[in-house]
């Protein structure tokens, strides 16, 4: 495993980042503890929740099977950074979502319990609340940071303006800040390079792509679809045929170079400037082991352009659109 800082931190990660969205709604306790037990056996030290999962009238559920996960001991824990999220809302009565200080006072505590630990090492906002201003929000996590109970503060989902407001505000209350942005980005869907990508390297922020594998669309759908292992529907179907002649060109290449879709998808995302760890959320063991194998996997410059050929990307702004 190759571990990388995360952004301009002292923190170490693996380039890898373990997603846990699937604990409790499709992958029971006792198979998620067993993923993750692997995932440490592998090297990956960085593991990624948020207080919603589980979802519905299971909220917290991913935290909670976490947390017994940790309760097992054997230096679990300390092997272990820590991300969770804040922001969505966790009851129907005023003041349990969102970015209030009062909701990030209660939030974390119950994070906190769920997932039977004294700290978190990373608490990620996990969208931005228009609604909150960032002097409230940065005084609750300069608390939280002084009582120990969190270590550093991400964003999800930021715009690149909305970056840009949080460090500036934080550098003149002589805070640290955001060090980390979760975003989704994948060859299918590069619109962060626009301005999200510029904002993380400019402020030092380390990037975490969520659904690296755009929904699995990346990990050698149309093969998997003659094979009859799996089938779009919904919105999938409706991606997939829009981007099929891509996709079926990317399915070609990857097997040109001898490598599984999957790998070479995660494997273009660590050459990403200011990238610092796909998330994969695996449901199975198999699906762990078969995003270790990105790995595995060295693009060089020839393999990077076929790869902007087949999914074109953008340029900064305003270069990608203005002369």
């Not at 399915?251 to 990403?272: K, N, S, V």
Request: aromatic share 8%.
């Amino acid at each position: 495993m190759e571990y990388t800082r995360l952004g301009r931190t002292g923190l170490k990660v693996s380039r890898l980042c373990l997603g846990t969205m699937n604990f409790g709604p499709f992958t029971e306790e006792g198979d998620a503890h067993q993923i993750m037990d692997v995932a440490l056996e592998q090297g990956i030290n960085f593991f990624d929740t948020a207080n919603v999962y589980g979802w519905g009238e299971n909220r917290g559920r991913t935290e909670e099977i976490i947390g017994n996960w940790f309760a097992k001991g054997g230096g679990r824990r300390e092997k272990t950074v820590l991300a969770t999220k804040v922001y969505g809302e966790m009851g129907d009565w005023p003041n349990q979502g969102r970015l209030s200080a009062l909701n990030i006072r209660r939030a974390v505590e119950a994070s906190l319990r769920r997932l039977q630990t004294d700290h978190i090492d990373l608490y990620q906002m996990h969208h931005v609340d228009r609604d909150t201003p960032w002097d409230e929000i940065w005084q609750a996590m300069e608390v939280l940071v002084a009582q120990g109970k969190i270590l550093y503060v991400g964003s999800s989902n930021f715009a690149g303006w909305h970056i840009a407001q949080a460090q500036e505000t934080a550098k003149a209350r002589h805070f640290l800040g955001l060090t980390s942005e979760q975003s989704l980005y994948n060859l299918l869907e590069r619109s962060t390079e626009l301005e999200v990508l510029p904002a993380a390297e400019f402020y030092g922020l380390g990037v975490i792509p969520w659904s690296p594998l755009h929904g699995g669309l990346l990990g050698g759908v149309l093969r998997k679809e003659r094979e009859g292992v799996r089938r779009a529907g919904g919105r999938a179907l409706d991606a997939l045929e829009k981007h099929r002649d891509q996709l079926q060109a990317f399915e070609d290449f990857a097997a040109e170079l001898g490598h599984e879709p999957g790998d070479i998808a995660l494997a273009w995302l660590l050459t990403r400037p200011a990238v610092t760890a796909p998330i994969v959320g695996p449901r199975t063991l198999e699906q762990l082991h078969a995003g270790l194998g990105a790995l595995e996997v060295t693009l060089d410059q020839k393999s990077l352009d076929r790869l902007d050929e087949i999914f074109p990307g953008h340029r900064t702004a305003p270069e990608d659109y203005a002369w």
